[in-house]
């Protein structure tokens, strides 16, 4: 039976016309822009919204971990040789970071927060109990003979108690009291001649249980990239202890979320108030975290080079013009004096000399680098892990007898890995996401498709209709005879 030749050309004229509408959506990629339009439209900070939920409150569980180096050789430091160190822990802690006094300013375009930190120990996740013992090298001594030692009054005054009380430049602590402290007698002591010390010391001391200051953010509303963005902490825009106003520029979130729409060519900006600055990342690789796709963003080794590598690092060196090196930035501007250096755990990017400097220094890029897994369309953190090191400054005092011969050496004291991972309900809901995203951008293709179909099956209806034709003229000369 032949097919009515209307039915044919409306085929095949709607199969070019699917072909033309297939093609003209995926060059005007009109499905994802409509897709990331909705995102953009949905991921603010307001009132309702699933984004600002997971922003007050992280579902994914985040967890601190303390690596501590254990002096093993102090005698023989004293008298010159290279510190031999050997790596204790993980003291892990489950971390609990709710946004708290949040205030909504400006028509919605910020709001303010502090963000409070609690930590709680898992023994089932450390190595031993917070009681464990690790000698280390005495950051109060250590900080106060750098202090005074260019006041020889109170210099000798300060040696003479550390002889007469045993106080030298090793100490041994248990890990509870290193981090969250203990009543230093040196500093009691000193703090009758400056009132302004304090007489406890801890690394973490007062910071559990505490905020870092308050913080106004972007909520997104007005452009999506200002999502989470810090626009001043504790009333500043920028801050006020480096030497350039690059280096003192507030940039970025606080690295716990970022906004959606992210492209592999973007750079990432991030403050820590726990490093005293501002740094970024840029992408390396994809990532798959729990079947949900992902870029990974890491800092460059020049987040952390001396000036003579990036120019722009200059203003970090502190006093102007004293570089460290690449690898370290010293905090001690920011630290109450303390002779704190930063660097990643083992130094790893940094001068291969600070790693021979210390035995027992072994950098790996998989343990030692800061990462961070994002999924491109929602800004959503899938994984994350920062990584680093607390050392300290050491050096022969003259003043201080206690320093020994001991040689100049960026002392490694711990490093901290803080990660966390996307909890499986949030997964579930982003997987979804995923797969809406992929049935709506693969939409154009589908009608591609549908419109090729349609092209062959009016090509073999052409076809079909020109065999009877063929056949019937070949009969009519035997119908004739």
């Known amino acids: 039976m032949l097919v009515k030749p209307c039915f044919k050309y409306v085929l095949g004229a709607l199969s070019l016309l699917m ?33 600002f939920e997971v922003w007050v409150d992280p579902p994914a569980p985040i967890y601190m971990q303390f690596y501590f180096f254990n002096l093993t050789n102090p005698a023989e430091v004293l008298i010159g040789e290279r510190p031999a160190v050997t790596e204790i822990g993980p003291y892990t802690y489950r971390e609990y970071r709710p946004m708290e006094q949040v205030v909504f300013q400006e028509n919605g375009t910020r709001v303010a927060s502090v963000n409070p930190k609690t930590y709680i120990f898992q023994r089932d996740m450390s190595q031993g109990p917070e009681s464990d013992l690790i000698r280390t090298v005495n950051i109060p001594a250590m900080t106060l003979m750098e202090r005074f030692k260019d006041n020889a009054l109170a210099a000798n005054l300060i040696s003479a108690y550390m002889r007469a009380t045993g106080i030298g430049l090793f100490t041994t602590h248990t890990v509870g009291e290193l981090l969250w402290g203990y009543e230093d007698d040196l500093l009691k002591t000193a703090k009758k001649f400056d009132p302004e010390l304090d007489d406890f010391f801890g690394l973490f001391y007062k910071m559990n249980a505490s905020n870092d200051g308050e913080y106004m953010f972007f909520t997104g509303q007005q452009n999506y990239k200002d999502f989470a963005r810090v626009d001043t902490w504790n009333g500043k825009s920028s801050l006020d202890w480096w030497t350039s106003d690059e280096c003192n520029m507030i940039n970025g979130t606080n690295g716990a979320s970022f906004h959606p729409i992210i492209s592999k060519n ?58 460290l090196g690449s690898g370290l930035l010293n905090v001690s501007v920011c630290k109450q004096g303390a002779p704190i250096i930063m660097s990643s755990p083992h130094f790893y990017q940094a001068d291969e000399k600070f790693v021979q400097d210390v035995f027992g220094m072994r950098p790996n890029k998989d343990k030692h680098q800061t990462a961070i897994d994002i999924n491109p369309l929602t800004g959503i953190v899938l994984q994350a892990a920062k990584r680093l090191q607390i050392n300290v400054y050491v050096e022969k005092i003259p003043s201080f007898s206690q320093t020994g011969n001991v040689r100049t050496v960026v002392f490694p004291v711990m490093y901290l890995n803080e990660s966390v991972l996307i909890d499986d309900a949030s997964a579930k809901k982003l997987q979804r996401v995923n797969v809406q995203k992929n049935v709506v951008e693969n ?22 209709q020109k065999v009877p034709e063929s056949t019937e003229a070949e009969r009519q000369p035997l119908i004739s005879s």
């Open 19 to 51: 072909l033309i509408v297939g093609i003209s959506l995926v060059l005007s990629k009109a499905f994802p822009n409509f897709l990331q339009s909705k995102v953009k439209k949905d991921v603010v900070l307001r009132n309702g919204t699933e984004a």
């Open 266 to 323: 973007e750079v990432l900006y991030m403050f820590s108030s726990d490093l005293c600055r501002s740094l970024y990342a840029v992408y390396t690789n994809d990532v798959t975290v729990k079947e949900i796709p992902g870029y990974r963003f890491v800092p460059p080794f020049e987040v952390f080079a001396n000036s003579t590598v990036n120019p722009a690092n200059a203003g970090f060196c502190v006093p102007s013009g004293n570089c």
């Open 443 to 464: 939409i154009p293709f589908l009608v591609i498709g549908l419109g090729i179909v349609l092209g062959v099956i009016f090509m073999l209806l052409m076809c079909r």
